[in-house]
């Protein structure tokens, strides 16, 4: 089994920078896909980001380019979400998730194994 926890929530002023820690136990996180999701107030979970096992191939949902950036430290077993300028709308619970599949975690193919229990991002206006 494979825990999942995420951290680095809060609470910003729009325009605020937040950075998010996903930890994920397991001897083999290299070698897993990961990705971010968030889940605002009575809308559906929508994709993030996501990132290859070598961190190499990264994918983002259009609206969210240039803003957030996806990282990771396989030595740390951890994954990150740089997010800048934040905007009220980005208020949601962000959620990582790993897979255990191989290949590029392309947004709406990849299948997530495993789920963190979220962190809570309010952006204030």
């Known amino acids: 089994q494979v825990r999942v926890v995420e951290s680095g929530g809060g609470l910003v002023q729009a325009g605020g920078s937040l950075k998010l820690s996903c930890a994920a136990s397991g001897r083999t996180f290299s070698s897993y896909g990961m990705g971010w999701f968030r889940q605002a107030p009575g809308k559906e979970r929508e994709f993030v980001a996501s990132?290859?096992?070598?961190?190499?191939?990264?994918y983002y949902t259009n609206s969210l380019k240039g803003r957030f950036t996806i990282s990771r430290d396989n030595a740390k077993n951890t994954v990150y979400l740089q997010m800048n300028s934040l905007k009220p709308e980005d208020t949601a619970v962000y959620c990582c998730?790993?897979?255990?599949?191989?290949?590029?975690?392309?947004?709406?193919?990849?299948?997530?194994?495993?789920w963190g229990q979220g962190t809570q991002v309010t952006v204030s206006s």
């Open positions: 990132i290859s096992w070598s961190g190499g191939v990264t």
């Open positions: 998730a790993a897979g255990v599949a191989s290949g590029p975690p392309a947004p709406g193919l990849y299948k997530y194994d495993y």
